[in-house]
């Protein structure tokens, strides 16, 4: 994680002043005509911008771990399943396709896409609109569980009062 410094502050939120310095340290900072902004309001500016790129971090180690696929066992034994949009999409698509109907009341089955655990080859398997629901609910624990995770994170990091706070909260 990289250290915001001084005069990145300065020209992210003062970005009529021109400013120089040889170090990140207040002192050295070269204020030319322009009134000295205080270390104080710098320092909460630097810890303003430090939660909001600790918030993005958080929220691409989210969708990262949302779209990198998910296990279920809805086959009998544990299979990876994709889970990029699309393939989300698809699973809703194919959960809707296998409904059940007066002339079919378990409903139907397709050729659904997955991964061997053991080895990651992808495969077309038989599956039954029960073992499709399956899937599905597993998908959404496992991408709920992510959401959960990144917005207790997210308020642990707005509720940050110090860089060190904020430095401390990991993917």
Known sequence: FKMITYIEAISAFYPNYQVSSTSNEYADIQWGTYAPISQEELNAKILEIT???KIQELSDACECAIISGFESSALGDAHIYDSEAVDQINLI?????????????????????????????????EHTHAQLRQVLEDGAQVKLGNLQTFFVKKLAVLACTTLAEVEAITR
Do not use: F, L, M, Q
């Open 51 to 53: 939660k909001t790129k």
């Open 93 to 125: 698509g194919s959960v809707a396709a296998t409904e059940p109907t007066p002339a079919s009341p378990d409903g139907y089955n397709i050729y659904y896409a997955c991964r061997n655990v053991s080895d990651g080859t992808k495969e077309y398997h």
